[in-house]
């Protein structure tokens, strides 16, 4: 081995050359080299910082999933608050219906409200034309007042979050009686 890097050292040797230069030239090249190790120290760095902020952002946005939804829930939980209460008065003063009734229509005009806030509205079907976008059809009437395709009955609402269609209606759709 020793060998080795003796014919190593001399075959550099061989293809070492001298090379002659000015001071000034010689100066000038040891502060590009000082710029070049300044550059990429700095790179470095930068790369290091970027690899850093990536973290950091990766943990706040699973900080930010983990309770994006506590707002709703608040609310949801107000909600279940007013039906536990209705519940327990029916239960325990034998109210009667209609009074019972009046509680669970408050309740839901609760949760109607609180899903507005949260941008839900109900979609719109019933009398208009089938839209497979918004309107998923569980089924077909004949109807020869009612033009094809027209939404005869809602089977089940559906719903719309900012615009964007969160579930389509399930309806029942008009079909022209054959003949």
Do not use: C, W
């Not at 910082?49 to 983990?66: A, G, H, P, S």
């Not at 209609?98 to 979609?123: D, N, P, R, T, W």
């Amino acid at each position: 081995m020793g060998e080795q890097n003796k014919e190593s050292k001399d075959e550099q040797k061989k293809t070492d050359k001298t090379v002659s230069l000015k001071e000034s030239e010689y100066l000038a090249l040891l502060e590009e080299v000082k710029k070049g190790q300044e550059s990429q120290d700095k790179m470095l760095r930068h790369q290091a910082d970027l690899e850093n902020t990536r973290k950091r952002l990766e943990r706040e946005k699973q900080e930010f999933l983990k309770f994006a939804n506590e707002g709703l829930i608040l609310s949801l939980l107000n909600i279940l608050d007013d039906l536990e209460r209705t519940v327990d008065l029916a239960e325990n003063t034998k109210q009667d219906i209609s009074a019972f009734l009046k509680g669970i229509e408050m309740i839901l005009a609760h949760l109607y409200e609180m899903l507005k806030e949260q941008g839900v509205k109900v979609i719109d079907a019933e009398g208009k034309v089938f839209d497979p976008n918004y309107h998923e059809a569980l089924m077909q009437v004949e109807n020869k007042e009612l033009p094809d395709h027209t939404i005869v009955e809602v089977l089940q609402k559906g719903y719309l979050i900012n615009e964007r269609v969160l579930r389509t209606a399930k309806v029942k759709v008009s079909k022209r009686m054959g003949g």
